[in-house]
């Protein structure tokens, strides 16, 4: 009895001792979950709202949030943490743009266990998160990643990763061959001190129809200065003339442009141009013009694509001439894409492919108290758009693109050359 007694009183002893760390393992579980819930939630809300301009012709959003997926439990060193990620709905998106389907940065999917540092850091610093409460902010979630985790350690990390930024920057090119290029200027609002300042962003795609990140640069998005210099730069590390560049038409790259790769042909992102003319019309009649122009850039040819642009220019020229104006600047760069193979026309008619790796990049908060250096902000962006290039998906009948880059001609998305038929 004496001994059963002391093994009773031993047991109840245990139990009260661990009732303190349970408890507080409960908390730190339910502290991780709102932590990384928030930032997942916030993604989310930063894509939709990088679209809320996309508009059907009925005037409905292309891109809505549509509930949510089934929670998941995410393993962590505190045990598992159930989380419920919003269900992104971008069919109608991706069927009129060719867009590439939502996928998140901060937990992709099928993931199940904690996010790595190659993706957190980058994004909480990118959200003003200051370097001495990273190791509060990470901790909970990263386990036995953040083992050690200090100030200095996340300091040496951004130090090497500035130093992979720089390799990355001095790269020889000359051994690729580049037929497209993406380009763009993503403003990053809390980082960089100068308002007027911008990330300039290069994505291309090679012979292999594989897209790789080509140069990520900071300047002034609308200086012709800025953008030819990081132009000459490719050109100097053997960037040969791409067949085609995809930009926004108020860029000024195409200034910039045929100075440095004269041969290289010109494509106005349509995404942008239709924003850019539905934002001069009434709201009442956006949803008839925006299917107006979705008959200009997804008909199957130029002629009848021509037919839709000048319809358009007839119902609406008289009230509306500013929005005719926007749609007949540029009006050669809009049917550029006609001239090469049609099975790259969901690839080229936009500049989707960088919109949809920056959606949840781009920060659009307010600007915080000390803003970061510069090239702290150009690792981060570097690492996180390095991390999504491993999830980039090659172009479709890549086979063709060497027969672009050697300068065979299509016509309505056709090769001319009747050998090339069979490939295309």
């Not at 109608?92 to 867009?99: D, F, N, P, Y």
């Not at 193979?341 to 659009?364: G, K, M």
Request: charged residues 25%; positive net charge; proline residues 4%.
């Amino acid at each position: 009895m004496f001994q059963e007694s002391n093994h009773q009183k031993d047991t109840s002893q245990e139990k009260i001792q661990s009732r303190p760390t349970s408890r507080l393992d409960s908390l730190v579980r339910q502290g991780a979950q709102k932590m990384l819930q928030y930032a997942i939630d916030i993604e989310v809300e930063n894509f939709i709202q990088s679209y809320k301009d996309h508009v059907d012709e009925n005037g409905y959003r292309l891109v809505v949030k549509n509930g949510h997926y089934d929670s998941r439990d995410i393993l962590t060193s505190i045990g598992k943490i159930p989380i419920q990620q919003p269900r992104v709905d971008d069919r109608k998106l991706r069927q009129a743009t060719g867009a590439e389907s939502f996928n998140s940065a901060i937990l992709p999917k099928y993931i199940r266990r904690s996010p790595s540092l190659d993706n957190l850091i980058p994004m909480l610093y990118l959200k003003g998160i200051s370097t001495k409460d990273f190791p509060t902010a990470l901790a909970p979630i990263l386990g036995d990643q953040a083992s050690n985790l200090s100030s200095a350690t996340v300091c040496h990390l951004k130090e090497q990763w500035l130093k992979e930024y720089e390799t990355w920057n001095k790269r020889d090119l000359s051994d690729k061959q580049f037929i497209y290029i993406w380009v763009d200027g993503i403003y990053f609002n809390i980082r960089l001190q100068d308002a007027t300042s911008c990330i300039l962003i290069v994505m291309g795609a090679d012979s292999q129809g594989n897209k790789e990140l080509l140069a990520i640069c900071d300047g002034e998005r609308e200086s012709k200065l800025s953008w030819k210099a990081v132009l000459l730069d490719l050109k100097q590390r053997g960037l040969q003339d791409p067949s085609l560049a995809i930009g926004d038409g108020a860029l000024g790259f195409w200034a910039a442009l045929p100075e440095v790769f004269e041969h290289t042909a010109e494509q106005r992102c349509w995404v942008h141009k239709t924003a850019n003319i539905l934002d001069k019309l009434a709201k009442n009649l956006q949803g008839k013009a925006k299917g107006m122009i979705h008959e200009m850039y997804m008909s199957p040819n130029k002629k009848t694509a021509l037919k839709a642009y000048e319809q358009f220019i007839a119902v609406f020229e008289d009230k509306y001439p500013d929005a005719v104006k926007c749609l007949i600047k540029n009006f050669e760069q809009l049917f550029t894409f006609y001239d090469f193979p049609a099975a790259h026309w969901v690839h080229i008619r936009t500049t989707n492919p960088i919109e949809s790796t920056f959606a949840t990049v781009r920060l659009r908060t307010k600007r915080t108290k000390g803003c970061g250096s510069r090239n702290a902000t150009l690792t981060m962006v570097f690492k996180l758009t390095k991390e999504a290039e491993k999830t980039w998906k090659k172009l479709r009948a890549f086979k063709l693109l060497p027969f672009v880059f050697a300068g065979e001609k299509f016509i309505d998305g056709e090769p001319v050359n009747e050998a090339l038929k069979s490939a295309a």
